[in-house]
């Protein structure tokens, strides 16, 4: 098995050779040695980071979910990320969540104003 410094080695000098086996890997794969929940976190945090739109959310929603994430932890992510990336990049990224999780978020957002008279945010 391939230890932890090997990875960081091989792709510190993006060797073609590795790079071409990890883009057929599994994600499940021993090699990243993550349970599934904690890749499909992983995964939600880079389409969240990297600014992903289109069937990509769906995809990566459907197996966050079969692996048993339940609703809050998927938008639990979304807030998780917010301190580190700033909150412009969550705002950016919250309907393509909503539409993935299937919440119909244009019609919720019809005609709404916002809470304009609260002055104190809750903290996530």
């Known amino acids: 098995m391939i230890t932890s410094e090997e990875v960081l080695r091989r792709l510190t000098i993006a060797d073609p050779t590795y790079l071409r086996a990890l883009s057929g890997a599994d994600p499940e794969d021993s090699l990243r040695r993550l349970d599934a929940r904690s890749v499909a976190l992983l995964e939600l945090g880079g389409l969240i980071t990297g600014?992903?739109?289109g069937p990509v959310w769906q995809q990566c929603v459907a197996r966050a979910?079969?692996?048993?994430?339940s609703l809050d932890e998927v938008v639990g992510s979304l807030l998780a990320l917010a301190p580190?990336?700033?909150?412009?990049?969550?705002?950016?990224?919250?309907p393509h969540l909503a539409r993935a999780?299937?919440?119909?978020?244009?019609?919720?957002?019809?005609?709404y104003q916002g809470d304009e008279e609260r002055t104190e945010w809750p903290h996530p």
């Open 51 to 53: 600014g992903a739109a």
């Open 65 to 69: 979910r079969s692996v048993g994430l």
């Open 84 to 94: 580190t990336i700033g909150f412009g990049r969550v705002v950016a990224a919250a």
């Open 101 to 111: 999780l299937g919440y119909d978020i244009d019609s919720a957002l019809h005609g």
